[in-house]
Nanobody, 120 residues
């Protein structure tokens, strides 16, 4: 079955950077759209970044992270990444990766989540 191993979360000061990784197995990674979601305390989960198949290379970002976050993927390693720069306290939350067939379909597979805390 599909499995994810997420890593890279932690505590960082405002203005700092983190790089999240989502190592996948159990499904054909290269055929799926990959997204990163986050859930802040007391808020609903929201999509922050999406990347389509490498042949199209389309990336989609939430307005709140445009210009600061970069999503990428390495199909040879079955891994998706989220580079987060210029972090703000409002970026705090649990970040989870998901795999889905298309940008308009629900996530089929979810990672367990990794905590990101931005605080001085």
């Amino acid at each position: 079955q599909a499995q994810f191993v997420e890593s890279g979360g932690g505590l960082v000061q405002p203005g700092g950077s983190l790089r999240l990784s989502c190592a996948s197995s159990g499904f054909t990674f290269s055929s799926y759209v990959m997204s990163w979601y986050r859930q802040a305390p007391g808020k609903e989960r929201e999509a922050v970044a999406t990347i389509t198949s490498p042949t199209r290379g389309v990336t989609i970002y939430a307005d709140s992270v445009k210009g600061r976050f970069t999503i990428s993927r390495d199909n040879a390693k079955n891994t998706a990444y989220l580079q987060m720069d210029s972090l703000k306290p409002e970026d705090t939350g649990i970040y989870s990766c998901c795999a889905r067939w298309a940008t308009t379909t629900p996530c089929q597979y979810w990672g367990q989540g990794t905590q990101v805390t931005v605080s001085s």
